[in-house]
């Protein structure tokens, strides 16, 4: 009985000795949902890319390094100088992803790291070299073209490595403070124009109505003056319409005789 307990606790000990080691020296790969895992041996890419779930790999042999590939953002300052040589320092949002094709290039000719080590530096160059096709205040009125310009010479700098910008937004231009003065000043002086523009138009409309108020009143005048003559009945036929009913009063040795004519 003892002899059996003994060999049973002993198989037990050499049973767990070896899950231990087993799950030690991990012979799987997991590649997590969104990753592509690059499988490696003795460290170097064997050029196999493994898709997300699990694989099998020999321990202490292969290894397996997970590269996300779903769409990351990166913000980013940006320095630069406009054609008018204002400084002009922005604020870039980046959304890019890893083309799951190009994962195992991307691992050997840059590493980990490409975010800080290619993204950042491409984000700055593109937005000086964009920068500089245009005016400070072209950068305010442009704003969605100085964008879509900045975005396709990103995607031209950092397309070779395999990554793939796929939007960019500037999500702020800072000036320096006598820029932003002279834009305020430029911005009252037009809306002071515009409200003196609006003020001589409605001056010439008052103006206009005016003109076309006497105009109308002379022509119905003149109008009215030709009628008059061509029928001078209509004169004494107006004066009846005046009259009073009370007859004309002259005086004569003193009395106050109500004028008639008999004729």
């Not at 490696?40 to 898709?51: A, H, L, M, N």
């Not at 080590?117 to 964009?130: L, Y």
């Amino acid at each position: 009985m003892y002899d059996n307990d003994g060999g049973l606790l002993k198989l037990a000990g050499v049973i767990g000795i070896l899950t231990i080691l087993f799950f030690l020296l991990n012979p799987f790969a997991f590649v997590p949902v969104g990753y592509r895992g690059i499988a490696t041996s003795f460290g170097t890419p064997t050029g196999d890319i493994r898709s997300e779930g699990l694989h099998m790999k020999l321990p202490l042999i292969n290894g397996n390094k997970n590269v996300e590939v779903r769409v990351q953002k990166k913000e980013a300052d940006a320095s630069a100088a406009s054609k008018d040589l204002q400084t002009v320092n922005s604020k870039i949002a980046v959304n890019f992803s890893i083309d799951p094709a190009k994962v195992i290039d991307l691992y050997r000719e840059v590493g980990d790291d490409y975010d800080d080590r290619v993204v950042a530096p491409a984000i700055q160059e593109s937005v000086k070299s964009i920068t500089a096709r245009y005016t400070a205040e072209e950068l305010i009125t442009k704003r969605t073209e100085v964008s879509d310009a900045i975005l396709a010479e990103l995607k031209g700098r950092v397309g070779q490595y395999g990554i793939i910008a796929s939007d960019l937004n500037i999500l702020d231009f800072d000036f320096s403070d006598s820029f932003n003065q002279s834009i305020e000043r430029k911005v009252t002086a037009q809306q002071d124009a515009l409200a003196a523009e609006n003020k001589l138009k409605q001056v010439k409309f008052e103006a206009d109505q005016a003109i076309a108020v006497a105009t109308g009143k002379a022509q119905a005048q003149k109008i009215e003056g030709e009628a008059l003559r061509a029928n001078p009945e209509v004169l004494q036929l107006r004066a009846v319409e005046k009259w009073n009913g009370v007859l004309p009063v002259y005086m004569t040795s003193g009395a106050a005789t109500p004028f008639i004519s008999v004729k």
